[in-house]
């Protein structure tokens, strides 16, 4: 009761706080992609329910390719503020594993599927440690392969951890370690 009761208050002041930054990207990330602005994607969510991301539109829907507008939103994870609404909504979470597409939570496992009685969140130790997951798939021969034999794995083992040690007190550390992250 306590993460929802937080999860609704810190998303509505940042909602509130961040409204100005929101709308600017909103409106250059229309002009920018040749649409409405708002990407959304079907993602695993609690008990492997899928459910609505919201995003900010990177990619133009002409060319395909991620605008140059796209790509500094991105770096600097501003297309995920819409996720606040996510939040708000209660099928995300501020803290919690990052929701993936079909075809990895849904597949967990054993163990590893106690992640999915997490709600997914905004930020987690995982995002953290590949927060320039972008950066590290665009070195490698097979990004997808890569992905899936050493950066999902690890993120599985990091979420893992955090289900079992998760507190108020820890998921504000990673609140506060994100906001570094960013404003590094």
Avoid: H
């Avoid at 992640?115 to 990004?143: D, F, M, R, V, W």
């Amino acid at each position: 009761m306590l993460k929802r009761s937080f999860d609704i208050f810190f998303s509505i002041i940042c909602l509130i706080v961040l409204f100005p930054i929101i709308l600017i990207v909103w409106l250059l990330a229309s002009a920018a992609t040749n649409s409405n602005g708002i990407f959304l994607q079907a993602r695993i969510g609690q008990f492997g329910k899928s459910f609505t991301i919201y995003k900010f539109r990177t990619i133009q829907l002409n060319s395909k390719t991620c605008s140059k507008f796209g790509a500094f939103v991105r770096r600097l994870k501003l297309d995920e503020l819409p996720q606040l609404l996510n939040v708000l909504q209660g099928t995300m979470s501020i803290v919690g594993p990052r929701p993936d597409i079909a075809g990895y939570y849904d597949k967990l496992n054993g163990e590893n599927r106690l992640i999915l009685n997490l709600k997914p969140g905004l930020t987690s130790s995982a995002a953290l440690k590949y927060s320039n997951e972008e950066a590290i798939l665009a070195t490698q021969e097979n990004p997808l392969k890569y992905n899936d034999t050493v950066l999902f794995p690890d993120k599985v083992k990091l979420n893992l951890e955090y289900y079992y040690t998760r507190s108020f007190f820890g998921d504000l550390k990673i609140i506060w370690r994100t906001v570094f992250v960013l404003f590094k």
